[in-house]
RNA sequence: GGAGACGUGGCAGAGUGGUCGAUUGCGGCGGUCUUGAAAACCGUUGAGGUUAGUAGCCUCCGGGGGUUCGAAUCCCUCCGUCUCCGCCA
C-alpha cells in the first residue's frame, strides 16, 4: 500500500512508474486524491462539530453538579442539531475513508527506478551467472519424472488417487530428501543469523491482506470458507505478518527470520504449462527467509539475502543464473526482485527456486508496521523476503543433474543428511 | 461442544455515567548525587487524524454497533483470553 501523502506530491512521478509495471489505470490515482481531498474536509468539518458539542456537554455537566436543573436543561436543546450533524458528517466520514483505502489496496507498488521495463520474461536481465556446463555427450539423460519412478522416489499416481494433480506422494530415499532439505536449509539459514521459525500453516483474512496476497490474489489461495482462513501460499505471509501492527524498537532490528513451510497455491489459469513433475505443484516445502530493515539499507540487504540464496545453489553444485525481474514481472506487492534460476539438464529448462524481493514500505503500511530511526522518531521499515529455497525443483535439477547410469549421486553437502552418497 | 469469568497505555493494575487519554507501580528516557556504578531523589514517557507545526482541534480503554446532552463505565454483537465439564493428538 502506498502513501496517500506521496501520491499527492508526486502524482506525474507515480503515473510514470506504475507504467513500468504495465498498469495503466492512472485515474485510480486521481479518484484517490479526490477522495483523500474529500476526507480530509469532512474529517476538519466534523472535528469542529464535535469540538462545539462536547463543550456543550461538559457545561451540562458542571451545571448538573452545581444543582441547576433548568439552566442544563436549556443548554441541552442546543445540542440536538450538533448530534444529528455530527453523525452525518461521521457517515459521510466512513464512506470518503472506505473508498479511500479501497483505492490504495488496488494500486501497487512502485517500482525502483532500476528495475528494467518490460512486459515479461523476455523483459528479465540475467546479472549473474555460474561458468557454463560442459556439454554432455550422452543424450540419453532422463527427465527427473522418469528418475522419481526408476528409483521409487516419488508417486504422482498416489498423489492423485488421495488428493488430485499436483499434491505427489514422496517415497523412501525421495522422502528422505525432501527432510534433508528442511534440515540443510535451515542449519544454513541458522549460520547466516536467521532466528528459526514454525509459524501456522492457515492464516487469516487480514494476513492476507498485510503482506498484499488480498485483494489481488485472492484465487491462487486454498480458502476454507468455514473458517474464512486462507492456506498459506508462501511461509511469506504468516513470517512477515507476525510484526503487523508493532513499533520494533532499535534493538530489535533487523529483524531476520526464517522458516519451513508446506505452501499452497491453486495455480487457476497455468494448467498445461510447464506442469510435469515437480515443475508445478499445488503444495510444495519451501523455506523461506525473512527481513524487516530500515530503509536506507533495504537494497543492500536485498543484494546480501541474493547472494545468500546464490551460496546455497553452489553448495548443492547446481547450475544457475540470477535474473533481475522487469517491471512486468515484478509482483504486485515487489519494487524490486531477483529470480535465481538452477539448469536442469534433461528437461533444458531454467527452474526457479527462489524469488528474492525488497517491498520496501509497501508491507509495512498495510501491516501498521513500523520502527524508530536514530533520533526516536516513527518510520516505516522496509520488509524482504525470499525462498532458500523451494524444494521440488532444486530436487528435480539434482535427480537430472546428478543421474548416473545406475544411480544418482548425492551433493557433499546433503550426504550427512541423507546418509548415504548415492541414490540406488 | 456446554457453563462461567474477563479483555484498560511496553508490562502490572485502579477506575462502574460527567471536567478521564485515564490514579498508581514497574520498565524506558533525561537530570541531581557519585571517581564510576547502584540506591535515593526530581522530571519526563501511548497511538492515529488534521496542520508548515513537539500550536490548537478531533479520535482511540479488544473490534463493530446502540442508549445518552455526555460512556473506559450501561445495552447488543463479534473476536480473543482464562477456569470448570465433555471430547481428543
Known amino acids: 500500500m502506498l502513501q496517500t501523502d506521496y501520491l499527492r506530491k508526486h502524482r506525474e512521478t507515480v503515473a510514470q512508474r506504475l507504467l513500468v509495471k504495465g498498469f495503466h489505470r492512472v485515474e485510480l490515482v486521481d479518484q484517490l486524491l479526490e477522495a483523500d481531498q474529500q476526507r480530509r474536509h469532512i474529517q476538519s468539518t466534523l472535528d469542529e462539530t464535535l469540538s462545539q458539542s462536547k463543550a456543550l456537554a461538559k457545561t451540562i455537566g458542571k451545571l ?32 470518503a475513508t472506505a473508498k479511500q483505502h479501497q483505492l490504495l489496496l488496488e494500486i501497487p507498488n512502485l517500482p525502483h527506478p532500476d528495475v528494467p521495463k518490460g512486459k515479461g520474461e523476455e523483459g528479465n536481465v540475467v546479472v549473474k551467472a555460474s561458468p557454463p556446463a560442459l556439454e554432455e555427450k550422452d543424450q540419453r539423460l532422463l ?42 536449509f535451515l542449519d544454513q539459514a541458522r549460520k547466516q543469523g536467521y532466528q528459526e521459525v514454525q509459524p501456522p500453516l492457515l492464516v487469516n ?10 485483494p489481488d490474489k485472492d484465487g491462487q489461495m486454498y480458502h476454507v470458507t468455514q473458517d474464512n482462513l486462507y492456506l498459506i501460499p508462501t511461509a511469506e505471509v504468516p513470517l512477515t505478518n507476525l510484526y503487523g501492527n508493532r513499533i520494533l524498537n532499535t534493538r530489535e532490528m533487523p529483524v531476520k527470520i526464517a522458516g519451513y513451510t508446506p505452501c499452497f497455491r491453486r495455480e487457476a489459469g497455468s494448467y498445461g504449462k510447464d506442469v510435469r513433475g515437480l515443475n508445478r505443484l499445488h503444495q510444495f516445502d519451501k523455506v523461506e527467509i525473512v527481513q524487516i530493515v530500515h530503509p536506507g539499507e533495504s537494497y543492500k540487504v536485498l543484494e546480501a539475502m541474493t547472494s545468500y540464496v546464490v551460496s546455497l545453489v553452489e553448495k548443492l553444485e547446481l547450475p544457475y543464473r540470477v535474473l533481475k525481474l522487469c517491471g512486468g514481472d515484478t509482483s504486485f506487492a515487489a519494487a524490486m526482485t531477483y529470480d535465481v534460476e538452477v539448469y536442469a539438464k534433461a528437461q533444458k529448462k531454467w527452474l526457479e527456486v527462489s524469488s528474492i524481493s525488497n517491498f520496501e514500505t509497501f508491507q509495512a503500511t498495510r501491516m501498521k508496521l513500523r ?26 535439477a539434482l535427480l537430472e543433474n546428478n543421474q548416473r547410469e545406475d544411480k544418482i549421486k548425492v551433493p557433499r553437502v546433503l550426504v550427512e543428511y541423507m546418509g548415504k552418497e548415492f541414490i540406488q
Not at 442539531?81 to 452525518?88: M, R, S
Not at 522416489?153 to 494433480?165: N, P, S
Open 64 to 95: 448538573m453538579g452545581q444543582g441547576k436543573q433548568e439552566e442544563a436543561q436549556a443548554v441541552k436543546s442546543q445540542t440536538a442539531q450538533l448530534k444529528i450533524k455530527a453523525k452525518t458528517l461521521q457517515e459521510q466520514l466512513n464512506n
Open 143 to 184: 527427465p527427473h519424472w522418469d528418475l522419481a519412478k526408476k528409483y521409487n522416489l516419488i508417486d504422482f499416481d498416489l498423489g492423485v488417487k488421495v488428493t488430485g494433480a499436483g499434491f505427489p506422494v514422496y517415497l523412501n530415499d525421495g522422502a528422505r530428501m525432501q527432510r534433508a532439505f528442511v534440515s540443510f
Open 205 to 214: 483474512e487480514n494476513a492476507g491482506f498485510g503482506t498484499g496476497q488480498l
Open 371 to 396: 520502527c524508530k530511526d536514530n533520533h526516536g522518531k516513527k518510520i516505516l521499515p522496509h520488509t524482504l523476503n525470499g525462498s532458500a529455497l523451494a524444494f521440488p525443483r532444486v530436487m528435480a
